[in-house]
């Protein structure tokens, strides 16, 4: 291997693929690493990729060198525990996970009274050890530790596992407000969980087992085949993402169609708890609508529990009712019946009786075959009668028996027209091929799409343009120059004046008691430098916030944009008037704070984004923090390398297994105070 940049290059590139879930090729790097990278976190790393791959000798083989090693590592013990509970090793398991624990706890002693730089990576131990012992079926223990360690949290996911943990012992209130935690801070996701517990708690949705897992997009693509979807359908996991999706359907037409089909599939392929689903959903209340509970109903006629044309009982709007499935064949050409109603709704439309045409036409609903033609005239006979929900509902099926028909995409276009909704009239407009369409519906074609740009034009919102403006103001500010060593007054000078004002406000000033915008920024100055109060700023800190001045006091009191936004969320939404809607990212709350300040840098040659902690308020808060403090007045740098920590997938990496080396971290061995 060559020198130690193209070690750190090498390791960054690895956890690169980790992180966008591409295991096999983060693999290949670990592979190449830990044949000379002396660095215990490249062998976690390696073990950490094959265990997800579901090579699980593979993993123990990556892992034993650590397990054997002396120095502690709870990251390598309790991925070893994830690994034997998966084999059905519950004893080596157990003996693993105890480990975990102690070498976390011995390692948490010795780190905090050192001061060391690796206090805060030591702390993300936390998320995998809980993993563990919830893999373990240990959920009791997963809440144990969660109150026993809630001091030492960084990472959203501690408190996402707690959720797991009270979902899995029934207390789905409890889950509820755990996830309601979590979801602003960049775990959008969590919102999902939150709806689904909700419905569980309530009856509409049978229990489940849930998995301590955190789900990525990837793993639901390519499953295709009836056997792929029955085994997705018995994840924990997939049942939150599956029946979030369906719950939190929008309320038009298209919407609970969609919903309704995500629904009939998880009760076909969920098993036992499947049929469980079903039978609550055909009983729960008026807030479960008529398509759901018809799609429940068709999906157990399929399934074999109703026969075709029994009736099933049900209850709509809040009203006892039977429901009774029938299937109805595709008729490619109309019998002597539904040719004589099509010509005699004909003659209605062109004499303008449209309710007759209409009532002509309905019985075609009822019978056991469906002729396209008819059910699309019927569709735009509702469409002139503003029936829009019922003629949507025909169009959308005729659009599963002809996808690409210009008629019927002619037609949904101008439904959507109708509704006031031009992205989906576009939608639907852009698929029409022109080749295959009628010589009228060409003709039309320049009409309806310049209906649909004007009604584009009608419908933006001003709130969404002011939201545009506010992000691009935003982002003009942060482009703006910053030392890397700003003073705190040098940075209140170059805000905007609401951004002191809203400042000033969040620290207990009045911005009204003053004129001037200088005798604000001089009074927000006093009090962030004054140590009482900055006392209590801290205390009153979120975890995310607290990790975040952390890691940026830990890289010397600046950090890159890039860097920071990965670990804690994007600041997009913040917006410029904060005194009337205050930025909610993690970023975002420390900036309204004054305790970080954004703008652009030279690094290297290259004008970067980064954000800085003002030189006043560094010892400070590291002291508070229990950080160690950048040097005072250290020369802005040229460039910086970049982080050796490797996450391990957690977060472990390189840089605190050194620093654990370097302070004599072996088992029933402290530091001395003071660090190295």
Known sequence: MGTSNEIHALRAKGLEYMRRGEFEEAQKVFERLAKSDPDPSSRNNLAACRFKQGDLKGALGALEPNLEAELLNPFAHALAAQVFAALGRRGEAERHLARAISDFETGMKTVVPAGLAAEEPWREYTVIIKRAAGDLGHHRQVLDLYRKWERYHVNPEDRFLAGVAAFNLGRFSQAVSFWRAVAPRGWGF?????????????????????????????????????????????????????????????RDYEGKRLAAAQLGTIIRYGGDWGLDLAKRILSAPADIGQEMKVAAADALVEL??????????????????????RTSKIAEEP?????????????????????????????????????????????????????????????????????????????????YIQRGDPMRARKYADQIDRRRATDEIREKLPLLEDEIDRLELLTVR???VAAVVAESWREDQEDKPISL???????????????????????????????????????????????????????????????????????GGWAKISALTRRFGSMEGDGFWWEETPPRSTLGRLRLKALLFVGRAVIDGRRCKVAVIP????????????????????????????????????????????????????????APRGGR
């Open 615 to 670: 030189l006043e308020l560094r010892e400070g808060l590291a002291k508070l923090l229990g950080s160690r403090p950048p040097a005072a007045g250290a020369p802005e740098r040229a460039c910086r390398k970049a982080p050796s920590e490797a996450p391990d997938e957690s977060g472990q990496g390189g840089a605190r297994q050194e620093a654990a080396k370097s302070a004599g971290f072996k088992r029933g061995r402290r």
């Open 335 to 415: 019998d002597e019946t539904v040719e004589v109603l099509l010509e005699e709704a004909s003659l209605l439309r062109s004499v303008g009786k449209i309710d007759e045409a209409i009532e002509k036409l309905r019985p075609l609903l009822e019978r056991g075959s469906f002729y396209p033609p008819a059910i699309l005239m019927l569709a735009n006979l509702l469409r002139r009668k503003d029936q829009l929900d019922e003629a949507e509902g025909l169009l959308l099926t005729l659009k599963d028996v002809a996808p690409s028909d210009p008629a019927v995409l002619f037609n949904l276009a101008g439904l």
């Open 485 to 555: 060593n700003t003073k705190l007054s040098q940075a209140v000078r170059t805000v905007p004046a609401g951004w002191v004002n809203a400042a000033c406000e969040a620290h207990g000033i009045d911005p009204a008691s003053t004129r001037h915008r200088k005798e604000r920024a001089e009074a927000l100055t006093r009090r962030l430098v004054d140590l009482r109060h900055m006392e209590e700023i801290v205390s009153n800190l979120e975890e995310d916030e607290r990790a975040a001045l952390r890691f940026v006091l830990n890289e």
């Open 190 to 250: 969590a919102d999902v969980y939150v709806t689904v517990a909700s419905a569980v708690d309530a009856g509409t949705v049978p229990p489940f087992p849930l998995e301590y897992h955190v789900p990525e997009p990837h793993e639901i693509k390519g499953h295709k085949t009836a056997d792929d979807l029955r085994s997705l359908a018995q994840q924990g996991w997939f049942r939150m993402l599956a029946l979030g999706s369906i719950l939190g359907a929008s």
């Open 304 to 325: 074999g529990i109703y026969k075709e044309g029994e009736s099933i009982e049900a209850v709509v709007d809040g009203k006892p009712r039977y429901l009774v499935i």
């Open 462 to 464: 001003p709130s969404e």
